[in-house]
């Protein structure tokens, strides 16, 4: 248990120490409260949607009353019947977007097989797209989800989203607020180098696993309560969560570990607390290509894939899905991905630390 | 066995030969002390003893574990009270002394028996509750020894333990490390030849990364030590005389307004006899013991302190 005794000593030396720990709880928390006076303030306004319904059945007719139902739609009529209308009124700008229900919608739900809509927009404006996408997925799980018959039961259905902008960006800013711990706890290590307290210790019997164990120890008790705050602050200023929020944590636990694992990782290459500051170099091109500031869909495909191999966009989308509705074994394959890098990245940590240990 | 045993221990740094192929043996039980100027490798050579530092050349060995191929075994057996004082600042001494006792392996129970003893020997008793960082130098040096001792090691490497403290505090050090002597291998090293000398069973004289004289203080100081000396305090002493004793000596000094006299064999009276031939009043003469600081310059040809 040589791992707790040095953990101990970490925690204490962080909670002691005002100004650190401020920054630790802090951060979250002003980072939540600018977010949601930006994003959450003001009630959104809704979005024209256009719909062309090619099925011209009753099932397709209640999907349409159900997204007619959304404070954040607003649907355009009349119901256009053929998709060059509706083109055509996007390109003269009448519409934002508008949604194809493609015949055999009755069809496919009565059989329960896959359906594709589309949603056509603007090449200009793809955000509103993609935030259009998540809503019309959650209203159609929602839809498809209930037995039949249909028409009874989905009277009234309304999404339980309040404000799509903010559950749209919540899950990133929490991911990138979570990003910071690797800077964090790769200056607590570096610091500690510096001062060559790491070097004291290296004269114990303590192992590299200790080492790092008992560094991350500390960034436990953060990340948790961080998470907290982050999920917290957000319900109370605009976040819907309309699935499990345990889940939703249990996503933002894992994401800061592996942030956490690469400060690690920093903290083991670096030898001072200034040089800490290259985590940097990994956090803010991560954080780009994450999906936490920008959508990652019209990124180049070499970008797009090494965003998919990250951790963090698998983070933010699983998030996301869970508040916005999905189910676990919708984001089990997340989790997963998660967990898997969580021990790519200590094992990584410890070999490399343990290179520190002789020089 | 010998408790430290060190074969052509080597460390470079680029170009600099910090430590040049240490030939040491200590035995169970000995304090052994590493004299020697500022630079001259001793702290170098306690960190590859300590496993921190990679020996270029040459290995070491501690009660028979080699440093480089059973680095752990020998951090079960050391305790080391590192040249800069190094605290978890925001601990109390206890917090701090049960750190390194329970991640050497100590139970709670003999953690707090272990500090509280050196708590009360080192005179920290009184604050042993008050993080440390309010601490001053003497009592953060204090507690940084006792560090070393609290999971009461086989093998102790105390690297200049009494850097910066003043004389009481430095006394008060001294008589608790000279307690300890026999029942614990220490290695000490230091710059101050009083230190050496009060402390040591044996002394090895380190500078440039080599041991250029071992020995018991009295051995470096007999059998090493060809010169003898004599200190004389004259009035008008011309550049004659001067020059006539330099003829007749190997060497002379000038100290405080003092004449110092080198020479394999010194005649007290003759050279009293001499000054006064020569018209010089001599208010005083003394010959003197050679201390560990005329050994260094002896050997080396400079001062241990700038
Ligand atoms: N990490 C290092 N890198 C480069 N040179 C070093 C390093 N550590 C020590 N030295 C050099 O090695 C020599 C011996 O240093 P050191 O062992 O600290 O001496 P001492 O402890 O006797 O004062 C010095 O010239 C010092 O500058
Ligand atoms: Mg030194």
């Given at each position: ?359 | 066995?010998?408790a430290v ?21 200590i035995?169970k039980g000995e304090l052994f002390s ?44 050391i305790g080391?009270s ?63 020894i006792?560090?070393a001792l609290?999971?009461?090691p086989q093998v102790l490497f105390l690297?200049?333990p ?15 490390i000279a307690?300890l002597k026999g029942k614990k291998t220490i290695l000490l090293t ?9 402390l040591s069973d ?105």
């Amino acid at each position: 248990m040589k791992f707790w005794e040095i953990g101990k000593r970490n925690l204490k030396e962080i909670y002691r120490n005002p100004v650190l720990l401020g920054f630790l709880l802090g951060m979250p928390l002003a980072f939540m409260l600018v977010f949601c006076a930006a994003a959450g303030g003001g009630q959104a306004s809704p979005i024209a949607l256009g719909i062309v319904d090619e099925d011209r059945s009753q099932d397709s007719s209640a999907f349409i009353q159900n997204l007619g139902g959304i404070e954040a739609i607003e649907l355009n009529e009349p119901i256009y019947s053929e998709k060059s209308q509706a083109q055509e009124d996007l390109e003269d700008g009448r519409i934002s977007l508008y949604l194809l229900i493609p015949s055999g919608f009755e069809e496919a739900t009565r059989a329960q097989q896959a359906i594709n809509l589309e949603l056509f927009y603007k090449e200009a404006d793809p955000m509103i797209g993609l935030q259009l996408k998540l809503i019309i997925e959650a209203v159609g799980s929602e839809f498809l989800g209930v037995a039949p018959p249909l028409n009874v039961e989905l009277k009234g259905t309304e999404s339980k989203i309040k404000n799509l902008a903010v559950n749209f960006y919540f899950p990133g800013i929490a991911v990138f607020g979570l990003m910071i711990l690797i800077s964090t706890a790769a200056e607590i290590i570096a610091g500690d180098r510096e001062k060559g307290f790491l070097a004291r210790m290296f004269t114990t019997p303590a192992r590299p696993w200790d080492f790092i164990l008992a560094y991350s120890l500390p960034f436990i008790p953060v990340l948790i309560v961080s998470t907290l705050i982050y999920l917290g602050v957000g319900m109370a200023l605009g976040l819907t969560v309309v699935g499990n929020l345990g889940y939703a944590f249990l996503i933002f636990f894992l994401i800061g570990l592996c942030s956490i694992g690469i400060g690690m990782i920093v903290g083991s290459l670096v030898k001072s607390e200034s040089q800490a500051g290259v985590s940097w170099i990994f956090i803010v091109p991560m954080a780009m290509i994450s999906g936490a500031w920008f959508s990652v869909e019209r990124m180049p495909s070499a970008i797009k894939s090494v965003a998919g191999v990250l951790p963090f966009i698998h983070a933010i989308d699983a998030s996301r899905a869970v508040l916005n509705g999905s189910s676990f074994s919708a984001i089990i394959l997340d989790l997963y991905w998660l967990a898997g890098w969580t021990v790519v990245l200590f094992v990584t940590g410890i070999i490399l630390f343990r290179r520190t240990m002789v020089s | 066995m010998n408790a430290v045993q060190t074969f052509k221990l080597t460390r470079e740094f680029d170009s600099l030969v910090a430590v040049n192929g240490i030939d040491l043996e200590i035995k169970k039980g000995e304090l052994f002390s590493l004299l020697g100027p500022n630079g001259a490798g001793k702290t170098t050579t306690i960190r590859m003893l300590c496993c921190l530092l990679k020996p270029t050349k040459g290995t070491a060995s501690i009660l028979g574990y080699d440093v480089i191929k059973t680095p752990f075994a020998v951090k079960r057996l050391i305790g080391v009270s590192p040249q800069d004082t190094i605290l978890s600042e925001r601990l109390n001494c206890w917090e701090n002394l049960a750190l390194i006792g329970k991640v050497h392996g100590l139970s709670s129970k003999e953690v707090k028996r272990r500090s509280k003893e050196l708590l009360e020997t080192m005179g920290l008793m009184e604050r042993s509750k008050d993080q440390v960082r309010k601490f001053s130098g003497g009592m953060k040096r204090r507690l940084n020894i006792a560090m070393a001792l609290v999971s009461d090691p086989q093998v102790l490497f105390l690297d200049e333990p009494t850097l910066g403290l003043d004389p009481q505090a430095r006394r008060a050090i001294w008589e608790y490390i000279a307690e300890l002597k026999g029942k614990k291998t220490i290695l000490l090293t230091t710059h101050y030849m009083e230190e050496a000398d009060f402390l040591s069973d044996r002394i090895g004289i380190i500078d440039e990364g080599r041991v250029v004289a071992l020995g018991t203080s009295q051995e470096l100081k007999t059998n090493l030590f060809e010169m003898h000396s004599m200190v004389v305090s004259t009035e008008n002493l011309t550049a004659e005389v001067i020059a006539d004793l330099l003829s007749k000596y190997s060497r002379l000094e000038k100290v405080k307004g003092r004449l110092k006299i080198y020479h394999k064999d010194l005649n007290f009276k003759e050279i009293v006899d001499y000054l006064h031939s020569r018209g010089v009043t001599v208010y005083s003469a003394a010959l003197e013991q050679p201390t560990l600081e005329d050994v260094f310059i002896q050997i080396t040809g400079k001062k241990l302190r700038d």
